[in-house]
């Protein structure tokens, strides 16, 4: 099955700077989709960008798709301690609502 | 609007014994999800219900482990007998339609630790 990978696996950054993450994937997707994970808690979505967009925003996050190069990034702009946390990306394939996650990037934001 | 329910949080036992975790998805959600999760890896998915029927398990050990979700909404996942790698996580999630269709919804999971 695909699966997202991201990159970098870990960052650490101070309070008030912008943290990117990469994701990649394999085959074709119907929307790919980032979700947040505090720890010891469940996950939390943050944002879906379909096949046909190219940007999206929510709030301090923004999200770019390339399906020619097959990748994605997650920008936090802005960081705040309370963004520490797993960010893990997921696409989803045409015809279910099957999800493939990837391994996730722990992101530190030092106050 | 209540978010999806699990239990228990937290479960310790031996090895070759037997565990079930239950979850209650989100009101009127017809797609519900248990995944695992591993110490710093992310959630694979184990099985895919859609109301009543799995629409995909092609990756639940069936030797062990067995999932039902009965009358279309509650759901309990069983394995029997525990190994030590199904130490993990086990998230349960739920889908609907409309708006937010394909967004998951998780619950806190519940946290197995086999010795």
């Known amino acids: 099955s695909q699966q997202g990978e991201e990159d970098p696996q870990a960052l650490s950054i101070q309070e008030g700077e912008n943290a990117t993450m990469n994701c990649s994937y394999k085959?074709?997707?119907?929307?790919l989709q980032w979700y947040r994970q505090n720890s010891g808690r469940g996950l939390v979505h943050l944002i879906l960008?379909?096949?046909?967009?190219r940007e999206k925003h929510s709030g301090r996050l923004r999200v770019t798709l390339d399906t020619s190069k097959k990748s994605s990034s997650l920008l936090i702009t802005a960081s705040r301690a309370a963004d520490t946390a797993s960010y893990f990306c997921?696409?989803?394939?045409?015809?279910?609502?099957?999800?493939?996650f990837g391994k996730g990037n722990q992101v530190v934001v030092i106050p | 609007e209540a978010g999806v329910a699990q239990s228990p949080r937290y479960k310790i036992i031996e090895k070759r014994q037997s565990v079930a975790f239950w979850c209650n998805p989100i009101?009127?959600?017809?797609?519900l999800y248990w995944y695992q999760q591993i110490l710093g890896q992310g959630p694979k998915l184990l099985i895919q219900?859609?109301?009543?029927?799995?629409?995909?398990d092609s990756q639940l050990p069936k030797d062990r482990f067995s999932a039902e979700r009965l009358k279309g909404v509650d759901s309990t996942l069983k394995i029997q007998p525990a190994k030590l790698e199904d130490s993990a996580v086990y998230l349960c999630?739920?889908?609907?339609?409309?708006?937010?269709?394909?967004?998951?919804?998780f619950g806190e999971g519940s946290r197995l630790t086999v010795l």
């Open positions: 997921a696409t989803a394939n045409y015809g279910n609502n099957r999800l493939a």
């Open positions: 999630a739920s889908s609907g339609q409309g708006g937010r269709a394909g967004e998951l919804f």
């Open positions: 219900f859609q109301n009543n029927g799995v629409v995909d």
């Open positions: 960008i379909r096949s046909n967009e």
């Open positions: 009101s009127g959600h017809a797609t």
């Open positions: 085959t074709s997707i119907n929307n």
